[in-house]
Each structure stands twice: as C-alpha cells, then as structure tokens.
RNA sequence: GGCGGGGUUCCCGAGUGGCUAAAGGGGGCAGACUGUAAAUCUGCUAGCGUUGCUUUCGGUGGUUCGAACCCACCCCCCGCCA
C-alpha cells in the first residue's frame, strides 16, 4: 500500500509521502520563509478560519494573497476551518448551510460555510484548497455521525461546485467517525463527485491510536489510488510511517512546533525530551547528537533550557528547528526507504 | 538623638486573636498537547509514621482555653527631622 509519489501545483512539485508544517495564521509559528527552505519544507499550511479573521479578506486580497503576503512561494494548502467547527465547538452553531461562529477574538458573529470557505481559501490563493466539512468529535454517537457525515457531503458538493483559480487543486475530506459503514459510504460519495486529492479527517481527535489505523485501513481501499490521500492532523512519528503503510501520502500536525513551544524536543523513535526541565540546565551536549539541524549542530540543551528560563524566544526557535527538522527528515527517510525497498525495515524501527 | 513606617513560608506579598501550614503572584518541579482560541494549560510546591501529628510568620518573655495577629523589651531595615 504505501507509495512513492509526485503531486503537482501552482506552486511547484511536492515528492511524497510529505509531512506539511502548520502557518496556521501565515506563519508557521516562530518560522520565517527562509528557514523553512533551509529545513526542506515542501508545503506549509494556512488556515481559512484565522486568516478571514485576521487580516481579513479586504488586506488578503490587497496583498495579492498568501504567497505573496507572506513571501512563501513553494505550495499552500489551507484548512477550509472545518476543523474550527470541532475545535471551537462552544462558539458556534451548525445550520443547513453552514456554521455560526463567534469569534474567539472578539466574540463577533460571521458565517463559515462551503460557498464562503473556498471563496476565502480562492483569495488566498491556496494550491490546495480543502473542502468544507465538519470535524466530528470522539466519542460520537452513530446518529451524530451520520447526520453530520451527510451534510458534509452536500457541503462538499457545494464546495466542488464554486470557482476555483486555474489549476488550483481541490481535496475533499472523508468524514464518519469510527464506523466503517459510514467511512466507506463517506469515500464513495466524494470520489462520485470527484476532487483532485481525498483526505482523511476526523481522526486524531482522541480516539484510540489502533481505532485510527483500524479506519484508514477500511478508508482509504475506497479511494482512487491515482489521487493523492492525505490525513488530516496526524501525528507522531509513528503514526506518520504507519500512515505510510495505509496508502497515505500527505500528512499535517502541529505537534512539532508546538511541543518546541512548550519546551519539548523530538529525537529517536519519537521520544520527547523536555529540554525545558531544570534536569538540563547543566547538560552541555546537543539535544541530539545524531541530528544535523542547525539547532543541534550549534547549541546546547544547557543554553537552550536557558532561552526557554527566560523567556527568550530565540529557544522556542530552536527547538522549532530542531523538530521540524525531525519530522521533515524523518519523512526523506521514508521516500528514501520506499525507493530503496527498505519501507518495512524503517517501519518495524518505529513498532 | 527624635518622629514615622516595616521585618510572613525559596522570592515578592496578603493576612492583624480560633474557619491559617497561612490569599495572590513569581520561581521551582511534574504532566498534558495530533487539519493551532496553545511562547499554552493542569497539578504539586514546610516536614512526617498524612482521616492525624510536628515545626513555621525577626528574637526573647508575657497575656489568653487558644497568638503570625495583643503586650513588654531587644535586634535589624527604610524614610523624614536634628
């Protein structure tokens, strides 16, 4: 199942299996352009629901949009702020067309849905545009997710139907919780209406790590193999090569550059180490002495619980580094590993 | 020398007779984090034989059934005046 493969864009070729930095807000967070060419990044994130926010649609469209904003010109993909729908559960309500939502920022009410998501995501100018869907949560009854599951399809239908920029692809998003009946109707129905790339999402919310391999292994048979298969969200080290072996090829999470935020270092087989902790203030060796990052090559874990100590932002740029570093590097060994034949030895590693 | 203010648990700081091992910050320690409301959040932070006991609020002595809190003296710090 797993595969080695070529996805093209606007914005350039990305090889895959890709794992996909989180910008979020257009930025990957303590990240500039520069040093995200410098770690390999092939494409970055952006995110409908904040940038609508913030700046807005008037300045996105004045700047030109997102590549040009923010001086990024490899591939975006942006989140359609289906995720949003889960994550920000308390401050919206969900209605036939759409969803309610009240800022986070200032509480001030606007309406997210299909017609208006891939509208924001046109304005940006996205190379990857996502579908409007609902991210159900875990556990979800099979009534819930039923009913949810069908309104994303006709979200999603909408969405395939409003314009699009020229060459711009568009991923629909596979949703129905933890029941295979209604993971596989979810694939069979968005394939019928047909979209350049299928994600997964709705998993890594809670559930089980074996319940999320256990739905990518009834998923992703029912989809096309010459489109690429991304999910959504996930994960740690090993759920990413586990992935692999299910016939993913694209894969986003912010764990890397929110655990450096926290203080906490990716090395191994995915082990963390909490670089913050006072246990390090005197250690004086790399947070890996096999990782060839710019972070590990240079500073010690002693200076860089320090920046962390104080404050200084400088740490959490390290460490962002360093983990991105991890989980991009982590993925050439796959692609590596999937041309050489070696797949399976590097998966066993991580098991 | 005179007048006034003050000394609280690792630090800052609240408390002014029993509900106080003592608010709140900070720091420390541990944990969480998966399409980012996250440089965030949660818990613990005197000791022990932990349903309780012991030690603690500058020092000593006293009042009281009971004192960080009231009284006396002493030590130190900070202002202002001479």
């Given at each position: 199942?797993?595969?080695?493969?070529?996805?093209?864009?606007?914005?350039?070729?990305?090889?895959?299996?890709?794992?996909?930095p989180?910008g979020?807000?257009g930025t990957v967070k303590a990240m500039t352009p520069r040093g995200m060419e410098e770690l390999?990044a092939?494409?970055i994130?952006?995110?409908?629901?904040?940038?609508?926010?913030?700046?807005?649609?008037?300045?996105?469209?004045?700047?030109?949009?997102?590549?040009?904003f923010s001086n990024w010109h490899k591939?975006?993909?942006?989140?359609?702020?289906?995720?949003?729908?889960?994550?920000?559960?308390?401050?919206?309500?969900?209605?036939?067309?759409?969803?309610?939502?009240?800022?986070?920022?200032?509480?001030?009410?606007?309406?997210?849905?299909?017609?208006?998501?891939?509208?924001?995501?046109?304005?940006?100018?996205?190379?990857?545009?996502?579908?409007?869907?609902?991210?159900?949560?875990?556990?979800?009854?099979?009534?819930?997710?039923?009913?949810?599951?069908?309104?994303?399809?006709?979200?999603?239908?909408?969405?395939?139907?409003?314009?699009?920029?020229?060459?711009?692809?568009?991923?629909?998003?596979?949703?129905?919780?933890?029941?295979?009946?209604?993971?596989?109707?979810?694939?069979?129905?968005?394939?019928?209406?047909?979209?350049?790339?299928?994600?997964?999402?709705?998993?890594?919310?809670?559930?089980?790590?074996?319940?999320?391999?256990?739905?990518?292994?009834?998923?992703?048979?029912?989809?096309?193999?010459?489109?690429?298969?991304?999910?959504?969200?996930?994960?740690?080290?090993?759920?990413?090569?586990?992935?692999?072996?299910?016939?993913?090829?694209?894969?986003?999470?912010?764990?890397?550059t929110?655990?450096?935020?926290?203080?906490?270092?990716?090395?191994?087989?995915?082990?963390?180490?909490?670089?913050?902790?006072?246990?390090?203030?005197?250690?004086?060796?790399?947070?890996?002495?096999?990782?060839?990052?710019y972070?590990?090559?240079?500073?010690?874990?002693?200076?860089?619980?320090?920046?962390?100590?104080?404050?200084?932002i400088t740490?959490l740029q390290l460490?962002t580094i360093?983990?991105l570093?991890?989980?991009?590097?982590?993925?050439?060994?796959?692609?590596?590993?999937?041309?050489?034949?070696?797949?399976?030895?590097?998966?066993?590693?991580?098991?």
């Amino acid at each position: 199942m797993a595969r080695r493969g070529v996805l093209e864009t606007p914005h350039g070729t990305i090889q895959t299996p890709v794992f996909m930095p989180v910008g979020t807000r257009g930025t990957v967070k303590a990240m500039t352009p520069r040093g995200m060419e410098e770690l390999g990044a092939q494409i970055i994130l952006g995110n409908t629901y904040h940038l609508f926010l913030k700046p807005g649609l008037a300045i996105m469209e004045k700047a030109g949009g997102l590549h040009q904003f923010s001086n990024w010109h490899k591939p975006i993909l942006t989140d359609c702020g289906g995720f949003q729908v889960f994550s920000l559960a308390k401050l919206r309500k969900i209605e036939k067309d759409g969803v309610w939502f009240s800022s986070h920022i200032d509480g001030s009410r606007f309406f997210l849905g299909p017609k208006e998501s891939i509208h924001i995501q046109k304005v940006l100018g996205s190379d990857i545009v996502m579908a409007f869907d609902e991210c159900t949560p875990y556990p979800c009854s099979y009534k819930d997710a039923a009913k949810s599951l069908e309104q994303t399809l006709e979200w999603e239908k909408v969405s395939r139907e409003q314009p699009m920029l020229p060459g711009h692809l568009m991923f629909g998003i596979v949703q129905g919780s933890m029941y295979r009946d209604l993971r596989e109707r979810s694939a069979q129905e968005l394939v019928k209406i047909g979209f350049e790339g299928y994600a997964i999402g709705g998993l890594s919310v809670g559930e089980p790590e074996d319940m999320m391999f256990e739905c990518l292994d009834w998923t992703v048979p029912h989809l096309p193999e010459d489109k690429p298969h991304y999910l959504m969200g996930v994960g740690t080290a090993k759920q990413l090569i586990e992935g692999v072996a299910r016939g993913i090829d694209m894969f986003d999470c912010v764990l890397p550059t929110r655990m450096a935020r926290h203080g906490s270092a990716y090395v191994g087989k995915g082990e963390t180490i909490p670089v913050k902790a006072g246990r390090y203030a005197e250690d004086f060796t790399p947070v890996d002495p096999q990782c060839d990052c710019y972070c590990c090559r240079n500073f010690t874990k002693a200076y860089i619980r320090h920046l962390m100590n104080v404050g200084e932002i400088t740490g959490l740029q390290l460490l962002t580094i360093h983990n991105l570093h991890y989980y991009l590097n982590l993925m050439q060994r796959v692609r590596d590993s999937l041309e050489n034949g070696t797949f399976e030895a590097l998966r066993a590693e991580f098991n």
